[in-house]
């Protein structure tokens, strides 16, 4: 079965085509066919003056346009279309979805933070991994930050805060802001065993990459602090040249590792996981499900 996930975000637009296939034992794999990233960047419009402006609207609109295409050569019939935290914040994201959905026939479904906490935490990966451990998804987008956090393969919370890379680039982020979220943090987290991090979104995957870590290996809370170091003290052409960056990658990466490492330290995090998971690959777990259910009551 070919699925295909679109997640638009604050910073980027990403089309993703999985194959789902049969495995030992009749487990489930997922295997990437193509992803492609367009960097929208509705984040600078929207938290700034609150709407996407003409010139963005129409790249999203070509954006899709060019997926479908895309999806048409792949020969995919089930696509999933979600948008998160620019797109809930942006006064005409429901005029725009609906010019999307008149053009190409691609519906965008606008979802919470707590239903992208969900979605994000439908890659299962924990589950895979010590039950000794407690594990907290930390997923750092534009425009929020979904935590979900569980312990002994029992979900304990999931929750959504506005403070995203490009929100904290803007100077968008209050101090209230970050203590409601440290506090948030520590309460729920405290008295659980051992809490280990995974870590999602762009900017972490880079810095795993950077790392030369092998697949599988963590990174330490004190490797995030020294590359904070090293890149807050680079100009954006400085990391772009450096660390072959490309440019909306270079000036959201220190905002994002500020981000990451504070859910460690108030969580007592001292190692995250990147496994390459994101948005996009919940969003293909979740259309795998409904598309067996549709087969099923068939």
């Known amino acids: 079965m070919r699925l295909a996930a679109i997640d638009i975000g604050s910073n980027a637009a990403r089309l993703l085509i999985t194959d789902v296939i049969s495995g030992p034992q009749g487990t489930k794999e997922f295997i990437k066919v193509a992803l492609v990233r367009v960097p929208l960047r509705l984040g600078f419009d929207v938290f700034d003056k609150g709407e996407i402006s003409p010139t963005k609207a129409e ?13 048409e050569v792949y020969d995919v019939k089930n696509v999933k279309a979600c948008a998160t935290s620019a797109m809930r914040d942006a006064v005409n994201s429901r005029e725009i979805i609906n010019k999307v959905l008149e053009e190409t026939g691609i519906e965008i479904e606008i979802i919470s933070g707590n239903e992208e906490a969900s979605l994000i935490y439908e890659n299962h990966i924990a589950e895979n991994m010590a039950d000794s451990e407690s594990y907290l998804y930390i997923d750092v987008g534009g425009g929020s930050t979904e935590l979900t956090f569980f312990s002994d393969n029992k979900l304990v919370f999931k929750e959504s805060f506005n403070i995203g890379t490009i929100r904290l680039l803007k100077n968008q982020v209050t101090e209230a802001s970050w203590d409601k979220m440290k506090e948030f943090i520590s309460k729920k987290t405290k008295g659980y065993h051992h809490v280990t991090a995974i870590g999602s979104g762009g900017n972490i995957n880079k810095v795993f990459s950077i790392s030369k870590r092998k697949e599988g290996k963590a990174l330490s809370l ?7 170091k090293e890149f ?8 772009i040249s450096l660390y072959k960056l490309r440019e909306d990658r270079a000036d959201v990466i220190v905002p994002a590792l500020l981000i990451y490492i504070n859910v460690m330290r108030w969580s ?3 190692q995250i996981y ?3 998971i994101g948005l996009a690959d919940g969003l293909i777990h979740n259309l795998y499900d409904e598309v067996r259910l549709r087969n099923i009551e068939v």
Not at 59 to 71: E, S
């Open 222 to 228: 004190s490797t995030l602090r020294d590359y904070y």
């Open 268 to 270: 007592d995090a001292d």
């Open 274 to 276: 990147v496994p390459k």
């Open 59 to 71: 790249n999203i609109l070509k954006t899709i346009k060019a997926y479908k295409l895309l999806l």
């Open 232 to 239: 807050n003290n680079l100009s954006v052409s400085q990391r």
